[in-house]
């Protein structure tokens, strides 16, 4: 099992990483067949190729995630709240996301699952 | 499918019955069969008499619990960052928390999953 640490460092690692547009980045996190049902209750992307298509439309989207408090870790797990910023049909749209991650015995994420719905998301004013 | 309403009245009813120590009215938002993992890797304690000694003794520590953000909500599922106050061998400890829940059809909470380790968990100084 990884150690918090690992799994700590592996969250950090996705939210800068998602950030700065480093798609090989944020994919090398994951497992070869990981698993991402974001939002929760849509069909998971699964497999390197999948994921890549899908977090590519959050850099074109210009997607920076800022970490809304403490990374709580437990057994092999992570979950952490954080908001997201990004550029969604000529609008700048803000979206609270609560996100888990599921670690493998490698410290790769086998499988996230991202938890918001249609009040977890605002247009930003003024931007 | 619980509506988005039903679930965030769920979790603010489970946030503010547990911290008055409302044991009958924490126990009634649960399905008579559903499974508390507290926290997560932890065997889960399943029915309603478990759960009821399970949270008898968050009321016996004297359990505050505080949101922290949004409640997040995603098929039928909501997700939500907290921090607990409770006093613990002699200790006022502070744990902060995610918690998940699976709603079923008729609203009550079928699982609920606590994530949170040894690093979420701290003592309150000056307590």
């Known amino acids: 099992m990884p150690s918090e640490e690992t799994m700590e460092n592996a969250v950090s690692a996705y939210v800068a990483r998602l950030s700065a547009g480093d798609l090989d980045g944020v994919v090398a996190l994951f497992a070869s067949d990981a698993s991402v049902e974001d939002p929760v209750g849509t069909p998971p992307r699964?497999?390197?190729?999948?994921?890549?298509?899908?977090?590519?439309?959050?850099?074109?989207?210009?997607?920076?995630?800022?970490?809304?408090?403490?990374?709580?870790?437990?057994?092999?797990?992570?979950?952490?709240?954080?908001?997201?910023?990004?550029?969604?049909?000529?609008?700048?749209?803000?979206?609270?996301?609560?996100?888990?991650?599921?670690?493998?015995?490698?410290g790769k994420i086998a499988e996230m699952r991202a938890f918001f719905g249609s009040k977890n998301s605002a247009a930003v004013t003024g931007a």
Chains 1, 2 share one sequence.
């Open 46 to 106: 699964v497999g390197h190729a999948a994921l890549r298509e899908f977090f590519g439309v959050a850099v074109s989207a210009n997607a920076k995630l800022v970490l809304d408090g403490p990374i709580r870790t437990a057994s092999n797990y992570a979950a952490f709240p954080f908001h997201v910023i990004l550029d969604w049909q000529g609008r700048t749209t803000r979206i609270d996301v609560i996100d888990v991650f599921q670690f493998d015995e490698h």
